[in-house]
């Protein structure tokens, strides 16, 4: 087993039970899309909820988006570099550096059902992971915009831990996807947790 730890800000209920949950999926839409005041916000958030994630989120932390499930331009950024920006251009990284990127294009996860998306090998079987790191950085968060079974993040841990063995690699991604519970009061639920891959059933699963 391989097991990660990862921050997360806000809950996306799948579950629409109530007004605050149906909000939940549009504030995790507009993340998606990167709309400046709501990741503004959400910036403000991570900084009202220092305690959870400094170690995840600093000015000593490398920032690696997570790639696209298509091939991306050189020349274009990702949607999850462009989050990655805005993070650390509130003090939240020390920098970053698209270094795992796609090499072939794989299935959009959001079409496919559930038991037919990407695996973890699938991923890291289309990813790619080219650079070398500052001199004296040891931390490096992999930044995703919304995380559901977290293939394609492991596969980027994956690839990075291979890459830069000694490194402190953790995750950190603005909305996890909640299809067990019930949304309550709110969907802003700061946490850390720990990623989980069983490489022999190919399963991932989020523990806390």
């Known amino acids: 087993m391989i097991a990660v730890r990862c921050a997360s800000l806000l809950d996306g209920f799948q579950k629409k ?5 149906i909000q939940s999926i549009d504030v995790r839409d507009a993340i998606k899309a990167n709309r400046p005041e709501i990741v503004s916000n959400a910036v403000g958030l991570i900084h009202s909820n220092e ?3 400094e170690q ?3 000015d000593q932390t490398l920032l690696v988006p ?4 298509s091939l991306t331009r050189k020349d274009s950024k990702l ?3 462009l989050l990655c920006e805005s993070l650390v251009e509130n003090g939240l990284g020390a920098g970053l550096m698209r270094l795992v990127s796609r090499i072939e294009p794989t299935r959009k996860a959001a079409f496919c059902p559930p038991l037919e998306r990407p695996t973890v090998k699938e991923h890291f079987d289309t990813l790619s992971c080219q650079g070398q790191i500052p001199i004296g950085i040891t931390q ?4 995703d915009d919304i995380l559901t079974q977290g293939h394609t993040t492991m596969a980027c841990y994956q690839h990075l831990k ?9 995750i950190f991604t603005f909305v996890r ?16 947790s720990e990623l989980r891959y069983f490489s022999r059933t190919g399963k991932t699963f989020m523990e806390g």
Request: hydrophobic share 40%; with cysteine; charged share 25%.
């Open 79 to 81: 949607k999850t570099e």
């Open 17 to 21: 039970n109530n007004a605050k949950a």
């Open 56 to 58: 995840f989120l600093n």
């Open 140 to 143: 490096i968060t992999i930044v």
């Open 177 to 192: 996807t909640n299809s067990r519970e019930l949304c309550k009061e709110t969907f802003v639920l700061p946490r850390e």
């Open 51 to 53: 305690q959870i994630f």
């Open 66 to 69: 997570v790639p696209s499930h």
């Open 162 to 170: 291979l890459a830069f063995p000694d490194a402190d690699i953790k």
